[in-house]
């Protein structure tokens, strides 16, 4: 029963179902990105609103505060269409599985830079749920089951695939 | 490396390009926007602020677009930001905002109409900002749930309350520094301190904001919760309950006014000025009584609304403070929080 225990490192059955997990935060990402679009948070500063919120927390470091401060709120516009972006481009690689590992590690940054953020331990235990699914999908290469990384793994090999 | 760079510079081209094509359609939209910024509980469906916009947007051949911003001084920490963005009209600020949004922001001066009319309070035009409604602070309680009601400060440290209490973090609302300096007006800073840290003891949070705050009072997480003196009459009329009281203090109340201005670097400045000429109307003013359950600025709504049967409350005038000294009462009230 042991020697199976240890032996089971090899079943690898279950990364089918990994990559339906992928797929479903493919869509969860897109579909976030599509509301902030259709909110408008290009034309209204609801970004600035959260972050001026978010400054308030004594528990930011004072070096992200700053950044906070004198980059992303002067400029919100250019920080969300990047946010937007980020978002979309996630949404898209993981629904079809292309350049997960790559984009799998800009969503685990994204994370790690809203633990900052967050008012309250529930938002905080959900961001780092999200950092480690993240980092999880880098880790395994989810993009190789029914996704289009395959092709490219099978094709040029490296790390990226 | 390659093939990521191509990823990402077509998603962002793509959404660079749909941005491009809404910007144009939208120009040939001409109607100019109005951006009115206002707290949560103004715009809300049940507050104030869609009621004024659809009576504004009846003659003004524009559109009003609100921002929501929780409390006062999250607003002046957002224009302080967007300043350049032209904001049109900003809505809630309290007499104890204005010497920061003064330095926050350059303001327009604005034009108060029916300057006559003007209610029995010293309501007079502050510079740049115009008051458009007001109402006395208090902590309000539903009568079955306490026993006797408090009638002051010390009785907040009661056991009974233990748990019982919302109160409002001075940090990020107006409100929340107002009971700070309410109770320093009352006792001298040394001994408001100690009666603070008693008080603590019963608090079951400090919300970030009055709606917050409300929210878990309504929900009857707290029996007893910072707020107005108006409040009990919106239970009375829009839930038909009668079960709510605000508690008359012996140490007295303080004033809250609320104010209107328009930012320098509006857009729409000559809207903004209609907007709030609408706003210190008659009918604004009555929308303002029955929507945000404020006293009217205007003496003749005030005569001929229900908001004349709230009993009176006698008036504790509080000072206000100096930026710094804001600043070190705030400072001084986190270390007691943290301390505690």
Redesign the interface.
Known sequence: MFAAFFESIKFVAHLLPVSFLRIFFGYVYLQQAIEH?DLGW?D??AL??WL??A??K?EIPPWYAWLI?NAA??Y?QQTT?II??LE??IG??YLVG??VR??ALIGAGMMLAQFAFVPTLDQLVNYKILFVVHVFLAWIGAGRVLGFDYY?YKKQRGI?W | ?R??LI??GT??L???I??VYRNSHLKSDTKPVLRVYASSSFISQWGPGPWLKAEFEKTCQCKVEF????DSY?MI??IK??SV?GVDVVMGFDQFDLELARQSAAWKKVERPLEDQKDSYALNKVGDFVPYDYSLVSFVHRISDLSPAPQSFQDLSREDLKNQLVLIDP??SSLGLQMLLWLVTSYGEEKAFELLKSINENVKIYA?SWSGAYGLFKEKQAGLVLSYVTSPLYHKIEEKDMGYSAAAFKEGHPLQIEYAGIPEACKECELAQEFINLVLSENGQKIIVQKNYMFPVLKDVLENSIIKEIPPYERLPIPAPSISERERLIKKW?QLRRSQ
Do not use: C, D, V
């Open positions: 679009y290009l209204k500063p600035s609103l001026n919120q400054l308030l004594a401060e709120i002067p919100w269409f937007i972006g979309a481009a898209i690689s292309y350049l790559p984009i490219f990226w | 490396m093939h990521l990823f990402l998603i962002f793509g959404l660079f749909i941005l921002q929501e911003s929780i999250l920490q957002k930001s967007e963005r940090r990020s970030s986190t």
